[in-house]
């Protein structure tokens, strides 16, 4: 490959695109254009291995391949297929392919992915015939197709994996600061210069140790790739081992060169555990010369020497953030500890601190000298750069007053008030239907997008709030997020008189569809409710969803009604809760599957609590359209099914790919081959632009009861699913 002209791009987390863009020149970059989280540049071969060696802000170095234009998935597997990849493959090297961006026919990246994919392989066989296989972890050429509209680029992703990825952690903590998040930190405190003065270095909640070890690295002037062993180059056609040799040789000795430093790190913590993976780390990273760990309180953190003048020292950290509302004292009280500590015994110091939220920066009662908007994984954040002095001290923050400000607000008072409305005009009809989980507001005023729903938990008697914030668009300032956010959660205990601690809070991004059931925690504590006169376990910590859908709950009634003495199947099954129901109805027997053994064991302990036991109720693990497949060529048949499926689904275990507005057909198709003469199918989707297929209103009796199954308490979301009742023709 010709190397006088090549256009690369290298992304960052978002905030530090600036800082890239630096360490891209001195790697020989020209022409760069910098966003906030993306550079695009021109360079050489040299140029684009140096960054991937090199650049500690990296996540991603990408090599452009072909720009062109495709109007749909057939414009774009054309294009895809007329490139030559026999320059970028060679004979049985491993594929993977990624698709971000947003296009207007391509809506689904997987999809993007699958026939980018497809694309290359089919490239391949009529060059070669042969294919490559694929392989998603660490494969020998990754391809990136990124859309802006119709206009596509495809990249050879020359990192193969992200460059945060360093090589030397283990078993991250609770909360794990990416590597180069934790070095564009260090970068923006200017450590670079202050360790070339020999500067005392701290973090007094080091955790897994990765501030002091990225602090070492650059004391060190070690490459951060050097530890790596697998980058997206190594098994690409037009790689240039010579040069990467040669790169390679220059880094060891510049590491060599910086073994004779005399800068020392410390990191302390509470956490004996956390302390030991720190230390691990440092070994794995070849930095436990420089690097001192060891179990401390943060109220005891000092300078190591003393001096007058004082010896120059930056003390960088990452206090806890406060995420859950339970947790959000805790985190003021960490950040009021910190500034107190940093008064009293750093004074002639630089400090910088990455807090996850500019109200707790106030607790510090430090004046920040320069404050930098930064993004560590999908969490926004301040670095508040500190000079600590006399002149910095200002009173601590008013985090506590400014919550009952946020309460005194007019915005706030007027959330209160719809609150306050909503929960009159639904007191009534959930007392007199025995409802106990329901949902008290949906977006009712669009600027404060969230959805709050009411769990009552009957073992202890008590109420909970999910409250699901739907995640503002990139042009709404982030600071009027967060101020609505506040206020939100300001009022909430006082409108509806439950304690903070039982308020959990979920941000529903538009995800990669088919991520509804996400695992987000390992908490395992599962709530009993009542819905129905039925019993059902909840989850409000661990998982994007409760385990109960209460959109469903007059379609889960409508199934117990037409249960009695008739075979029920539910497909998709998730928590067993319309099994529950079928079960409760009458049903002679019931059949749940699912492709996810912990909903499956989820269901039966729904189930159980139900008194529904024993052999008449089989729960089976497996991909619903494979079990349709193998069930067709059995004599059972059942006289109720029910199928709920999730909107996009490409688990591992699955054959394929699940896109229930292409396939919802062929499933209803498979279900009516099961079904009694007299049987009913119930479907029903959450897809939000659900439209069933013309032909199957020719083929099948079918009803729509998307109206007649809307509860009252969704009836501000009329479009919150889709349902049908479809019949055998007679």
């Not at 003390?315 to 500590?341: I, K, T, W």
């Not at 500190?386 to 309460?407: N, Q």
């Not at 059902?536 to 009634?557: K, M, P, S």
């Not at 199947?569 to 079960?583: K, M, P, S």
Request: charged fraction near 25%.
């Amino acid at each position: 490959m010709s190397d006088s002209a090549l256009t690369f791009s290298a992304s960052a987390p978002r905030g530090l695109g600036e800082l890239l863009a630096r360490e891209l020149a001195a790697c020989g970059a020209a022409q760069l254009r910098e966003r906030s989280s993306s550079v695009a540049f021109c360079g050489t071969l040299e140029c684009a291995y140096r960054a991937c060696l090199w650049s500690r802000t990296a996540n991603r170095v990408f090599l452009e391949v072909a720009q062109f234009q495709a109007r749909d998935a057939q414009q774009f597997h054309a294009a895809v297929r007329a490139i030559d990849w026999t320059a970028h493959l060679a004979p049985g090297a491993t594929l993977a392919c990624d698709f971000s961006g947003r296009h207007p026919a391509i809506t689904h990246t997987h999809f993007g992915a699958l026939k980018l994919k497809d694309g290359i392989v089919d490239a391949l066989r009529a060059a070669t015939g042969e294919r490559p296989d694929v392989a998603p972890e660490r494969p020998d050429v990754r391809v990136h197709a990124h859309a802006h509209g119709t206009a596509i680029t495809l990249s050879i992703d020359m990192s193969g994996d992200s460059l945060h990825r360093r090589g030397y952690r283990g078993a991250a903590g609770e909360a794990p600061l990416k590597e180069n998040v934790a070095a564009g930190v260090l970068l923006r405190a200017g450590w670079a210069e202050l360790a070339a003065q020999d500067a005392e270095f701290l973090d007094p909640l080091c955790g897994s140790g990765t501030f002091c070890i990225e602090a070492a690295l650059i004391a060190a002037d070690r490459a951060p790739g050097l530890g790596r062993d697998y980058f997206g180059f190594l098994h690409w056609r037009a790689h240039d081992a010579a040069l990467w040799g040669r790169l390679l040789r220059e880094a060891e000795s510049r590491d060599r060169s910086g073994e004779a430093r005399p800068v020392k790190l410390r990191g302390t913590d509470r956490d004996p555990h956390a302390i030991r993976s720190a230390r691990d780390n440092a070994v794995r990273a070849g930095v436990q010369r420089w690097v001192s760990f060891d179990t401390g309180l943060l109220r005891d953190a000092a300078p190591a020497a003393a001096g007058d003048p004082p010896v120059p020292g930056l003390l960088c950290s990452n206090p806890p953030y406060g995420m859950r509302l339970e947790d959000q004292q805790g985190a003021r009280n960490v950040h009021r500890e910190l500034g107190a500590v940093l008064r009293e015994r750093f004074q002639g110091w630089d400090a910088a601190v990455l807090s996850g939220a500019p109200e707790l920066g106030k607790e510090l009662g430090l004046r920040a000298w320069r404050t930098h908007r930064l993004w560590n994984g999908g969490i926004e954040c301040r670095l508040l750069r500190i000079k600590v002095g006399a002149e910095s001290a200002r009173a601590p923050g008013t985090l506590g007053k400014g919550t009952a400000r946020l309460r005194d607000t007019a915005g706030a008072r007027m959330f209160a008030n719809r609150l306050a409305k909503n929960l009159k005009q639904l007191r009534s009809w959930t007392q007199r239907e025995r409802v106990s989980c329901y949902r008290l507001y949906d977006a009712d005023m669009p600027e404060y997008a969230f959805a709050i729903d009411c769990y009552g938990v009957i073992e202890p008697h008590e109420t909970w709030l999910f409250v699901q914030e739907y995640a503002a668009p990139a042009e709404i300032e982030r600071e009027a997020v967060r101020r609505r956010r506040g206020e939100v959660l300001a009022v909430l205990p006082d409108v509806t008189g439950v304690a903070p601690e039982r308020i959990c809070v979920r941000t529903r991004r538009r995800t990669r569809r088919g991520e509804q059931y996400a695992k987000l925690g390992e908490q395992g504590q599962f709530h009993l409710v009542m819905e129905g006169g039925l019993k059902f376990f909840v989850n409000f910590e661990d998982y994007l969803d409760t385990g109960l859908f209460l959109d469903h709950r007059l379609t889960r009634a409508r199934l117990r009604a037409a249960a009695r003495g008739r075979r029920f199947l539910n497909l998709f099954a998730y928590t067993g809760t319309a099994t529950v129901y079928a079960a409760a109805g009458g049903a002679s027997a019931t059949t749940s599957v699912d492709m996810s053994r912990t909903y499956l064991t989820w269901a039966q302990r729904n189930l159980a609590a139900n008194g529904c036991s024993g052999g008449q109720h089989a729960l089976e693990q497996a991909d619903c359209r494979e079990w349709l497949r193998a069930a067709a060529r059995r004599p059972e048949r059942f006289g109720l099914i029910f199928i709920d499926p999730p909107t996009f689904s490409n688990s591992r275990r699955m054959a394929g790919v699940l896109d229930i507005g292409r396939d919802h057909a062929q499933l209803i198709d498979g279900c009516a081959q099961l079904l009694s003469e007299s049987g009913l199918v119930v479907f029903s989707s959450n897809a939000q632009r659900f439209r069933l297929e013309q032909t199957l209103t020719e083929r099948y009796e079918v009803r729509d009861l998307s109206a007649a199954t809307l509860p009252r308490d969704f009836g501000r979301n009329p479009k919150i699913h889709s349902c049908f009742e479809i019949r055998l023709r007679r």
